[in-house]
């Protein structure tokens, strides 16, 4: 149907990439929150903006087309796409996730849904038997992230989705960190994927928003209803910018991981370094998975100094990249997973899994890399005690 064949088109030209109205070749945003209806009891396409609103519809068909599913939805930050997909589940159901879920989707699954008698248990989902070995009668969804945050742990995605349908449950990934630039789970046979839209997809850290995508015309109502119901949607503004920045989406990530991979062979060979975190490099966890799943490593690192560097010191030094939450800007952001990211996850939890307190997560930015990897050696000297 579409004129065009790859996903580099598609990021441009799909969902409604032209305003129906007007022809204009950006979808306008929409501002408005209700819509004059003809008449009583007639038919019409628009009614609320919570309900629909054409410049998010436009958000919504274009990550739906991206990502290889049947329908899309959009929310106002990543958190309020995971908790609709939450709300699919009632009391007694119990979701097994990976061991390194993002914190926030570990605190809403500890502190809110436990509420309602949803439960959960933390598994290393790189190891199939033992997590079929965890599939009660009350387990009714997998969640997992490949590569998972900060460690970029890779899961067999294709193998989780034929777990789950084996045994009758959902399967679901966060496919914040690739996107579906890189890696579609939907392809795999994954359920739904959900994305923080306010990472890689929106791209300049601008805008907070969250995605989701589904296969299934059951699934496609109940998130529908979950959406407008709950009601977390995100303005037109944010709809537009999500929509503008997909747009750039390849081209960007591009770079980032050209950036990447030049980073994480750098830190590899760095004496201050004592392990690289990265898909992309031969030898990594999850290397050949990884490799059939995705079109490459992405653009996320994580490395640990020695223990004779002083890690606040490292952060203090830095001048380029930027120490702060999130990632995938255009902009080089580090954070320190122990403090920030996954301050949520019990310190013994934390040790147990790898995020010790000397991990450094980097987002690798566009800049030049010769400047970032100049900032980061800097930072590293001065550091050292
Ligand atoms: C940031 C992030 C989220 C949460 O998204 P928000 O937009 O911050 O609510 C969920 N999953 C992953 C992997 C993330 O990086």
Redesign the pocket.
């Known amino acids: 149907m579409a004129n065009y064949k790859y996903i580099d088109s598609a990021l441009i030209h799909g969902g409604i990439s032209t305003d129906e109205f007007t022809g204009a070749v950006n979808v306008p945003i929409y501002q408005t929150s209700t819509y004059r209806q003809t008449g009583l009891g007639e038919e019409f396409k628009w009614e609320y903006s919570r309900t629909g609103n054409p410049t998010r519809t436009a958000l919504e068909a274009l990550i739906a087309e991206l990502e290889g599913g049947t329908a899309g939805f959009a929310f106002g ?6 908790t609709a997909v939450l709300s699919l589940f009632g009391s007694g159901d119990k979701i097994l996730i990976s061991s390194n ?2 914190g ?2 570990f605190r809403v699954l500890d502190k809110v849904f436990s509420h309602f008698n949803i439960g959960y248990s933390i598994e290393d989902t790189t190891d199939l038997a033992a997590l079929e070995s965890k599939i009660t009668p009350e387990v009714k969804a997998i969640l997992v ?1 490949s590569p ?2 900060p460690l970029l742990t890779v899961t067999d995605l294709a193998a989780v989705a034929a777990l789950a349908k084996k045994h009758g449950i959902l399967s679901i990934v ?1 496919n ?2 690739m996107t579906p630039y890189l890696q579609r789970p939907i392809g795999l046979g994954v359920d739904i994927v ?6 890689y997809l929106g791209g300049h850290s601008d805008v ?3 995605l989701v995508v589904v296969n299934d015309d059951a699934l496609t109502q109940r998130l529908a209803f979950i959406q407008n119901s709950t009601g977390g949607v995100p303005g037109p503004f944010d709809s537009f910018l999500l929509i503008r920045g997909i747009k750039t989406l390849g081209v960007r990530l591009d770079r980032h991981v050209e950036n990447a991979e030049k980073a994480a062979r750098y830190l590899q060979n760095h004496k201050a370094v004592k392990k690289v975190y990265y898909p992309g490099l031969p030898g990594a966890q999850g290397y050949e998975i990884n490799k059939r799943q995705a079109k490459n490593g992405g653009a996320m690192i994580s490395f640990e100094l020695y223990e004779n560097y002083d890690i606040k010191k490292f952060f203090k030094s830095l001048r380029l990249v930027a120490l702060a ?4 800007g255009v902009e080089s952001l580090v954070c320190h997973p122990a403090s920030m ?1 996954h301050a949520a996850i019990p310190y013994e939890v934390r040790q147990r899994i790898g995020i010790t307190d000397g991990l450094i997560r980097l987002s690798v930015g566009i800049e030049s890399i010769d400047d970032i990897l100049a900032d980061l050696d800097r930072a590293i000297a001065e550091s050292e005690e």
Do not use: P
Request: no cysteine; aromatic share 6%; proline share 0%.
């Open positions: 930050s990543g958190m309020a796409a995971i879920v993002y926030g989707t992230e998972a945050n966060d914040t960190f959900v994305h923080s839209a306010t990472k907070v928003a969250g939450e999130s990632l995938g990211t």
